[in-house]
């Protein structure tokens, strides 16, 4: 064998040597998920910090659903925690006649523990019972509303756009209002419960599915974003609504939503807040196999939810090749004329990399606000110092408020 082909030999040997460790480098830096034992261990604990996605929920009742929780079968999760679910859910109707407030608040607990019942998505037949009691139970607590929630439904493609629109009470002419779109696990009701905080303040707000979740009639895709527009639209024939002030508010998911409407609808949107929107780095193949699988940021099934809000997409490598026709960049959005914006996010955030949120701070024609927090993760929580409801509180109603261009007359708080 001469020299120059033991020297070709050597370098094939060289690559496949390096090849094979670039390939086992990239399986380590992917995530595990947890098992079940640790699932439970890690909600308990975010119960008892009032952490997503156990915000509002008893640790007792979640210890009490795990009780019966013996394998990680999507149905035997579903009926444990309907089950402690039922108690609360058949309180509620008793004290429905002579106690209002108590059956009220029995539904919220009824309700929260059903939703988590189908969380992340209700990917089998007992998740989607478990969705469909949440519904109902929501749709109890909202009866008792005051002021009431109105469930409308918007004519759409053949189907139908469902929302939850809340307006001020006592309100003296239209008023402005806000477009609240859920993330990829979260629904319209958890935004409409939180958004009720802003009705004081004289804006009122309608409460809908981001594409491919709950009650969304569409699948996620590159123009699912017209979903929203028609929203608008329909928002434009109420009478109650000032359509000179309209607003959005997504989160996660909901946020790329959110601002990718703030580019194609930035003439009929006044103020758009995007907490920790994707815009390119998070649908690149390589943060999809290394960051979004296993993430443990995310309590469970990262992955899998991803795909469940697609058409067809059943593997990894399905997501991984519909992710970057996501990309704002790909789409050639980024650079066009915005709305104003608020952008809040997490340094930390392992879901959605911060170089996203500067990306589109840096795009545009028009100045935005940014809120960063230097400790933060998905959304910019911080346990026990940012935790939702204070970002929500401090940081969102505010900026809606002064965006918004709501005086002194118009706020009832």
């Known amino acids: 064998m001469d020299f120059k082909t033991r020297l070709q030999r050597i370098g094939c040997l060289v690559f496949v040597i390096l090849f094979a460790l670039a390939f086992t480098n990239a399986a380590m830096a992917q995530q595990k998920e947890r098992t079940l034992e640790e699932i439970k261990t890690e909600a308990i604990k975010r119960a008892e910090n009032g952490m997503y996605p156990l915000i509002g929920l008893d640790p007792a009742d979640v210890k009490e659903a795990f009780a019966a929780i013996k394998t990680s079968d999507y149905d035997e999760w579903a009926a444990a925690f309907s089950a402690v679910a039922d108690h609360y859910m058949a309180q509620a109707k008793a004290a429905e006649a002579t106690d209002s407030a108590k059956a009220s608040a029995l539904y919220v607990k009824a309700w929260r523990l059903y939703s988590f019942g189908r969380w992340p998505v209700p990917a089998s037949p007992g998740k989607q019972r478990a969705y469909a009691k ?34 001020p009470k006592n309100a003296k002419g239209p008023v402005p209002l806000v477009i609240a779109i859920s993330g990829l696990d979260s629904r319209k009701e958890d935004l409409s419960e939180n958004f009720g905080a802003i009705l004081p303040y004289g804006i009122g707000f309608i409460g809908l599915d981001s594409p491919g979740t709950g009650q969304s009639p569409i699948k996620a895709s590159e123009t699912a974003e017209r979903e929203f527009s028609r929203v608008i639209d329909y928002l434009q024939t109420r009478p109650e609504v000032d359509k000179t002030r309209i607003g959005m508010d997504g989160q996660s998911f909901g946020a790329y939503w959110a601002t990718k409407l703030a580019i194609l609808e930035h003439a009929r949107l006044k103020a758009v807040v995007a907490q920790s929107p994707p ?31 697609y058409e067809g997409a059943k593997t990894v490598d399905d997501l991984a090749n519909i992710f970057p026709k996501m990309s704002l960049v790909s789409q050639g959005l980024l650079g066009k004329p915005m709305a104003p914006m608020l952008v809040i996010a997490g340094v930390l955030d392992t879901q959605v990399p911060i170089s996203d949120a500067y990306l589109i701070l840096s795009s545009g024609d028009v100045p935005k606000e940014a809120w960063i927090n230097p400790q933060g993760g998905h959304l910019g929580r911080q346990v026990k110092v940012w935790p939702d409801p204070v970002i929500f509180r401090q940081v969102i109603i505010p900026y809606l408020v002064r965006k918004l261009d709501v005086g002194s007359n118009e706020a009832t708080k």
């Open 279 to 309: 815009a390119d780095a998070t649908f690149q193949k390589d943060f999809v196999i290394n960051k979004t699988l296993g993430n443990r940021e995310y309590l469970f099934g990262l992955g899998p939810a991803l795909m469940s809000i």
């Open 134 to 167: 949440a519904l109902e139970a929501f749709l109890a607590h909202a009866k008792l509303m005051d002021p009431p929630l109105e469930v409308v439904r918007i004519p759409f493609e053949g189907s139908e756009i469902v929302g939850y629109l809340r307006l």
